[in-house]
């Protein structure tokens, strides 16, 4: 157990539909990162938040959103839902910002979308 | 910008063989690098890393060595069991930015 916690485990929702995943990190940790695993696109960074602002952005769509809040956990908003969103997003955290820290994942929230 | 690129799999081997996938980098700034691993169904847990040159990072048998003049970071153990089964992924994570730029993924199945 990393200690990332993610919720929902499984979402099934329909095309053009907005869905919110929710992220935990670990205790202390102050960064949080999304990323996106597909079959085609392997694991794609989105975003990164760092003690409630965003600090780094990928190829997040314009139809995606993240948050993070002041009690550290992070949401991550995808709208207009397409089948080409469904994928495996994954929630990351680390203490600080620095390149060598550990990041620590969560078990995943696997998208279905109809 | 920075890219990983991971020998492709997937690899099919015997217990008690020997492991070894390639990996090679580019990046812009002074990167660390990552091994991490997923079991079917379970998220990334990190298997092992070096943040500089000639950084030998072991874990559970595990072993990759940053060699910089390759740019490659290869990742080899001496003898895999049944429960090394599962896809390993090599990473990045710049001095400029500290996201994981990840490779592709290798699927390795260690046959009893």
Redesign the interface.
């Known amino acids: 157990d990393s200690g990332v916690t993610q919720t929902p485990k499984h979402l099934i929702t329909a095309t053009g539909q907005r869905v919110t995943l929710r992220c935990s990190p670990r205790s202390g940790d102050l960064s949080v990162y999304w990323y996106q695993q597909s079959l085609d696109q392997g694991l794609q960074f989105l975003i990164q938040y760092y003690n409630g602002e965003e600090r780094a952005k990928g190829n997040i769509l314009e139809r995606f959103s993240a948050q993070q809040f002041p009690d550290l956990h992070s949401e991550l908003n995808l709208s207009s839902l397409e089948l080409g969103d469904s994928a495996l997003y994954f929630c990351a955290s680390s203490v600080g910002l620095a390149n060598n820290n550990e990041q620590f994942f969560g078990p995943g929230t696997r998208l279905t979308v109809l | 910008g920075n890219s990983v690129t991971q020998m492709e799999g997937p690899v099919t081997l015997s217990e008690e063989a020997f492991l070894t996938i390639n990996c090679t980098y580019t990046a812009t ?4 690098l ?1 091994w ?1 691993v997923q079991y079917p169904g ?5 298997l092992l ?1 070096a ?1 500089k040159a000639d950084d030998k990072g072991s874990n559970k048998g595990f072993e990759a060595t940053y060699r910089k003049e390759t740019t490659s970071f290869h990742l080899e153990k001496g003898s895999v069991q049944v429960s090394d089964s599962a896809v390993y ?1 090599c990473a990045l ?3 400029n ?9 290798t699927t390795v199945t260690v046959r009893a």
Do not use: C, I, W
């Open positions: 700034g002074y990167p660390s990552f991490y379970e998220g990334l847990q990190l890393k943040t992924f994570s710049d001095s930015d500290y996201k994981l730029s990840f490779g592709a993924g």
